[in-house]
Protein backbone atom coordinates (compact mmCIF):
# COMPACT_ATOMS: atom_id res chain seq x y z
CA UNK A 1 0.00 0.00 0.00
CA UNK A 2 2.97 2.20 1.12
CA UNK A 3 4.80 1.67 -2.25
CA UNK A 4 1.79 2.22 -4.76
CA UNK A 5 0.83 5.45 -2.67
CA UNK A 6 4.44 6.35 -3.57
CA UNK A 7 4.28 5.62 -7.02
CA UNK A 8 1.36 7.56 -7.48
CA UNK A 9 2.96 10.42 -6.05
CA UNK A 10 5.71 10.24 -7.96
CA UNK A 11 3.77 9.77 -10.94
CA UNK A 12 2.33 13.08 -9.77
CA UNK A 13 5.22 14.70 -9.37
CA UNK A 14 6.55 13.87 -13.04
CA UNK A 15 3.24 15.31 -14.37
CA UNK A 16 3.51 18.39 -12.58
CA UNK A 17 6.89 18.71 -13.89
CA UNK A 18 6.12 18.66 -17.01
CA UNK A 19 3.01 21.08 -16.85
CA UNK A 20 5.53 23.52 -15.26
CA UNK A 21 7.82 22.92 -18.25
CA UNK A 22 5.26 23.34 -20.49
CA UNK A 23 3.91 26.32 -18.85
CA UNK A 24 7.51 28.19 -19.08
CA UNK A 25 8.30 27.50 -22.47
CA UNK A 26 4.34 28.63 -24.04
CA UNK A 27 4.80 31.22 -22.41
CA UNK A 28 8.56 32.75 -22.51
CA UNK A 29 10.04 36.44 -23.82
CA UNK A 30 10.60 36.30 -27.28
CA UNK A 31 8.53 33.07 -28.49
CA UNK A 32 6.89 33.29 -31.74
CA UNK A 33 3.61 33.42 -31.39
CA UNK A 34 0.22 33.33 -34.70
CA UNK A 35 1.65 32.12 -38.34
CA UNK A 36 5.32 32.32 -37.00
CA UNK A 37 4.59 30.21 -34.92
CA UNK A 38 3.39 27.28 -36.93
CA UNK A 39 5.26 28.26 -40.27
CA UNK A 40 9.39 26.50 -39.53
CA UNK A 41 10.47 28.95 -42.30
CA UNK A 42 9.27 31.87 -39.76
CA UNK A 43 10.29 30.72 -36.86
CA UNK A 44 13.71 29.57 -38.46
CA UNK A 45 14.35 33.33 -39.68
CA UNK A 46 13.29 34.39 -36.40
CA UNK A 47 16.06 32.51 -34.55
CA UNK A 48 18.28 33.06 -37.15
CA UNK A 49 17.66 36.80 -37.18
CA UNK A 50 17.91 36.94 -33.04
CA UNK A 51 21.16 34.74 -33.03
CA UNK A 52 25.04 36.37 -33.66
CA UNK A 53 26.58 35.24 -36.48
CA UNK A 54 28.95 33.03 -34.30
CA UNK A 55 26.26 31.13 -33.76
CA UNK A 56 25.10 30.41 -37.10
CA UNK A 57 25.59 26.57 -37.07
CA UNK A 58 23.73 26.22 -33.67
CA UNK A 59 21.02 27.92 -35.55
CA UNK A 60 21.23 25.46 -38.39
CA UNK A 61 20.54 22.73 -35.65
CA UNK A 62 17.20 24.56 -34.58
CA UNK A 63 16.31 23.93 -38.10
CA UNK A 64 16.54 20.37 -37.67
CA UNK A 65 14.69 20.40 -34.20
CA UNK A 66 12.30 22.86 -35.89
CA UNK A 67 11.57 19.94 -38.34
CA UNK A 68 10.74 17.31 -35.36
CA UNK A 69 8.55 19.38 -33.70
CA UNK A 70 5.43 17.98 -34.55
CA UNK A 71 6.79 14.39 -33.68
CA UNK A 72 7.89 15.91 -30.29
CA UNK A 73 4.05 16.97 -29.41
CA UNK A 74 2.84 13.46 -30.25
CA UNK A 75 5.24 12.03 -28.38
CA UNK A 76 4.40 14.07 -25.08
CA UNK A 77 1.20 13.48 -25.61
CA UNK A 78 1.75 9.77 -25.82
CA UNK A 79 3.76 10.18 -22.57
CA UNK A 80 0.86 12.54 -20.71
CA UNK A 81 -1.64 10.04 -21.48
CA UNK A 82 0.60 6.87 -20.54
CA UNK A 83 1.59 9.01 -16.90
CA UNK A 84 -2.10 9.93 -16.53
CA UNK A 85 -3.54 5.96 -16.84
CA UNK A 86 -0.67 5.03 -14.36
CA UNK A 87 -1.69 7.39 -11.73
CA UNK A 88 -5.30 6.63 -12.27
CA UNK A 89 -4.27 2.29 -12.18
CA UNK A 90 -1.86 3.23 -9.30
CA UNK A 91 -4.78 5.19 -7.23
CA UNK A 92 -7.60 3.13 -7.46
CA UNK A 93 -7.86 0.18 -4.82
CA UNK A 94 -9.93 -0.67 -2.10
CA UNK A 95 -9.91 0.51 1.17
CA UNK A 96 -8.12 -1.81 3.99
CA UNK A 97 -9.55 -1.67 6.85
CA UNK A 98 -9.76 -4.52 9.18
CA UNK A 99 -11.55 -3.44 12.11
CA UNK A 100 -10.98 -6.89 13.79
CA UNK A 101 -7.38 -5.11 14.76
CA UNK A 102 -8.83 -2.99 16.91
CA UNK A 103 -7.17 -2.84 20.26
CA UNK A 104 -9.15 -1.31 23.22
CA UNK A 105 -8.04 -0.90 26.80
CA UNK A 106 -9.72 -2.21 29.41
CA UNK A 107 -7.74 -1.21 32.70
CA UNK A 108 -5.05 1.63 33.63
CA UNK A 109 -2.55 -1.27 33.85
CA UNK A 110 -2.18 -2.29 30.30
CA UNK A 111 -4.84 -5.00 30.11
CA UNK A 112 -6.51 -4.62 26.34
CA UNK A 113 -8.91 -6.72 24.18
CA UNK A 114 -9.83 -7.27 21.03
CA UNK A 115 -13.17 -6.55 19.87
CA UNK A 116 -14.74 -8.92 17.10
CA UNK A 117 -16.25 -7.14 14.00
CA UNK A 118 -19.76 -7.90 15.35
CA UNK A 119 -18.64 -6.66 18.67
CA UNK A 120 -17.47 -2.91 17.04
CA UNK A 121 -20.52 -2.82 14.75
CA UNK A 122 -22.86 -3.61 18.05
CA UNK A 123 -20.89 -1.12 20.12
CA UNK A 124 -21.65 1.62 17.21
CA UNK A 125 -25.65 1.35 17.08
CA UNK A 126 -25.38 1.31 20.98
CA UNK A 127 -23.61 4.77 20.66
CA UNK A 128 -25.89 5.93 18.21
CA UNK A 129 -28.87 4.63 19.98
CA UNK A 130 -27.77 6.93 23.67
CA UNK A 131 -24.20 9.05 22.72
CA UNK A 132 -24.97 10.63 19.30
CA UNK A 133 -27.72 13.11 20.22
CA UNK A 134 -25.20 15.11 22.01
CA UNK A 135 -22.22 13.34 20.16
CA UNK A 136 -22.54 13.99 17.31
CA UNK A 137 -19.66 12.65 14.71
CA UNK A 138 -17.50 11.78 17.79
CA UNK A 139 -17.83 15.40 18.80
CA UNK A 140 -19.11 17.17 21.98
CA UNK A 141 -22.22 19.29 20.81
CA UNK A 142 -21.52 21.58 23.75
CA UNK A 143 -17.64 21.88 23.16
CA UNK A 144 -16.84 21.20 19.89
CA UNK A 145 -13.36 21.03 20.62
CA UNK A 146 -13.62 18.11 23.24
CA UNK A 147 -13.24 14.93 21.06
CA UNK A 148 -14.23 11.27 21.83
CA UNK A 149 -10.73 9.57 20.79
CA UNK A 150 -8.22 7.95 23.34
CA UNK A 151 -6.09 10.83 23.42
CA UNK A 152 -8.59 13.19 24.33
CA UNK A 153 -10.32 10.90 26.96
CA UNK A 154 -7.35 10.13 28.98
CA UNK A 155 -7.07 13.71 29.23
CA UNK A 156 -10.00 13.81 31.18
CA UNK A 157 -11.15 14.03 34.85
CA UNK A 158 -11.61 10.79 35.95
CA UNK A 159 -9.81 9.47 32.67
CA UNK A 160 -12.27 8.29 30.47
CA UNK A 161 -10.04 5.98 27.81
CA UNK A 162 -10.41 2.78 29.30
CA UNK A 163 -13.72 0.75 29.36
CA UNK A 164 -13.47 -0.03 33.16
CA UNK A 165 -13.32 4.22 33.24
CA UNK A 166 -16.07 5.04 30.76
CA UNK A 167 -17.96 2.71 32.44
CA UNK A 168 -17.24 4.06 36.44
CA UNK A 169 -18.20 7.39 34.40
CA UNK A 170 -21.59 6.15 33.57
CA UNK A 171 -22.48 4.78 36.80
CA UNK A 172 -21.67 7.66 38.60
Not at 127 to 133: D, E, H, L, T, Y
Request: hydrophobic share 45%.
Amino acid sequence: MKASGLASCLLAACVLGLAARGAVLAFAPGSASGAAARSPRGAQSQVAASLPPALDVEGRAAEAAEDAAPWSSAARLAAGAVLGALVLAASVSPARADLEDTAIPVDGKGKTVNLSKEEIIRGKRLFNAACAVCHVGGGTRTNQNVGLGFEELSGAQPPRNTIDGLVDYLNA
